[in-house]
């Protein structure tokens, strides 16, 4: 009997074991959680945002100076998520629940059309109506979420937030054929973006060295009129370059993946 009770109490319960296995399990989102602090508390991510529409603002009113584009019809083209719109709170949920990146969480958050504009962001792109300048939203958001966007577009004042002015992912992320779309009637003097393929479908390659090269070979470009808002919390840069455009990697093998590619001295 004695020996039974030592045995019992020397036991670790189903859930103590249970417990356990989850502590040694990776973490999906833990990786994320100071790029998601950063923007939702960094002085320094605003300063960033206030700094980029500056800089829009001046070049904005040097191309409307122009005489040689007195005459044409001017506009934007900006991305809408991490560009106008602050979705942060979706990331720190997915870190909250410990979850990937899922289409039907997305379409959730954004079904609530509650996202705060990214600092400057607005101001900016009123100043631009104001001057006479088209504005068009070219984004991956699909064509489902569209009501909710213009709601969430309206909700912080933001000017052109309508279906002539909207353009939603129908079937491919390139943005492409929507740029030509614009540039069929208007000629676009700025490009905003916190993802390099707002700018370029030339950037959509599983490579990090080709998206440097090009940036390199577009530098020009950038701070004129090509401007690029930050975004520490997802993009391009990770899924195409950091994990080489496969989708399907374990939660084990993405770790190893970002350590692997960290460099030190």
Not at 49 to 67: G, H, P, S, T
Not at 186 to 210: A, C, Q, R, W
Request: charged share 30%; net charge negative.
């Amino acid at each position: 009997m004695t020996v039974f009770s030592l045995t019992l109490t020397g036991c670790k319960s189903t859930a103590d074991l249970s417990k356990d296995t989850k502590s040694q399990q990776t973490s999906v989102r833990e990786y994320s959680v100071q790029s998601v602090l950063w923007q939702q508390n960094a002085a320094e991510y605003r300063a960033l945002c206030y700094q980029a529409f500056n800089v829009a603002k001046l070049n904005l009113d040097q191309f409307m100076a122009d005489e040689s584009l007195k005459d044409q019809n001017i506009a934007i083209i900006t991305d809408i998520d991490e560009t106008v719109l602050d979705n942060s709170p979706f990331n720190a949920k997915l870190i909250e629940k410990d979850e990937e990146y899922s289409v039907e969480e997305w379409t959730h958050w954004t079904s609530l059309a509650v996202a705060e504009e990214v600092p400057g962001a607005g101001e900016f792109l009123n100043y631009a109506k104001n001057k006479g300048v088209e504005i068009f939203y070219v984004t991956n958001r699909r064509t489902a979420e569209m009501e909710a966007t213009l709601e969430n577009m309206k909700a912080v004042n933001f000017p052109f937030a309508d279906e002539d002015h909207v353009f939603l992912r129908e079937e491919t992320g390139s943005k492409k054929d929507r740029f030509d779309k614009v540039l069929k009637d208007h000629t676009v003097v700025m490009y905003l973006g916190d993802n390099l393929g707002d700018f370029s479908h030339e950037f959509i390659t599983p490579s990090t060295k080709k998206r440097n090269d090009l940036v390199k070979r577009l530098k020009e470009n950038f701070g004129v009129n090509f401007i690029v808002l930050p975004n520490p919390m997802y993009g391009d840069w990770e899924m195409q370059g950091i994990y080489e455009g496969k989708y399907d990697w374990t939660d084990k093998e993405k770790d190893s993946i970002r350590k692997a590619k960290l460099r030190a001295y």
